[in-house]
């Protein structure tokens, strides 16, 4: 799992609230990024990042700010709930070791939005 | 339940034998692909890779092809078992865009 956590798993929240998903890893990776998942949809970017205080946006990146303080995280805001971000969000890290450069990723957040 | 996978395309294989799971990909500066196995309530996990200037790469049960010339990536997996019951979908990227693309997955049903 490449030491990835996300926290919380699991969320319910209300219309108009802000959330903020963590991200955490241990293994000092640069690139971390932040998808959503839906159904009939691939993996979607939201934001990412290549280094602290260093981040870029995604493709569906309305609604959603992040920040990189320190190389171990990367937190997801969603400034003011709505139900269309109700989703399973995923974090994911890049690890490129000579042949492979592949995009690890993390369990998951469930969030639900009421 | 999970959100993910309500409307995939499905493939039921029966227990030994063998599966085939399609992706077209988009980019055609594409030079790496990989595919990834999503269990109920899981993160993706990494399977197999292969490098645009290769067109066949084995693992473990796993084969991966992959045809430039129409865009087509094919997860091979021998002797399919119950556990390898779950979505899989591929990714593809332009090597140093650090950026991926992701299929939308097929669900792959093991049959006893």
């Known amino acids: 799992d490449a030491g990835i956590t996300q926290s919380p798993r699991h969320k319910v929240t209300e219309t108009g609230t802000p959330v903020t998903l963590r991200c955490h890893q241990t293994?000092?990776?640069?690139?971390m990024y932040w998808y959503r998942q839906d159904p009939g949809h691939g993996l979607r970017l939201i934001h990412y990042?290549?280094?602290?205080?260093?981040?870029d946006k995604g493709e569906v990146s309305d609604g959603y700010s992040v920040s990189r303080s320190k190389t171990e995280d990367f937190l997801l805001t969603l400034e003011s709930a709505t139900s269309s971000q109700t989703s399973v969000y995923f974090c994911?890290?890049?690890?490129?070791?000579?042949?492979?450069?592949?995009?690890?990723f993390g369990p998951g957040t469930r969030l639900l939005v009421l | 339940g999970e959100s993910v996978g309500l409307h995939l395309p499905t493939l039921s294989v029966q227990e030994g034998d063998n599966s085939i799971i399609n992706c077209a990909y988009s980019?055609?500066?594409?030079?790496?692909f990989i595919w990834y196995k999503q269990e109920s309530g899981k993160g993706p996990q990494f399977i197999i890779d292969?490098?645009?200037?290769?067109d066949k790469r084995q693992g473990q049960r796993v084969t991966v092809l992959l045809n430039k010339t129409v865009k087509h990536l094919s997860l091979q997996i021998a002797a399919t078992q119950p556990g390898d019951s779950a979505v899989y979908f591929c990714?593809?990227?332009?090597?140093?865009?650090?950026?991926?693309?992701f299929g939308t997955g097929t669900r792959l049903k093991v049959l006893a």
């Open positions: 980019n055609s500066a594409s030079d790496y």
């Open positions: 990714a593809e990227t332009d090597s140093g865009t650090y950026k991926y693309i």
């Open positions: 293994e000092n990776h640069r690139y």
């Open positions: 994911a890290i890049y690890s490129g070791t000579g042949e492979q450069e592949t995009q690890y």
């Open positions: 292969i490098r645009s200037n290769m």
């Open positions: 990042s290549y280094g602290v205080k260093d981040t």
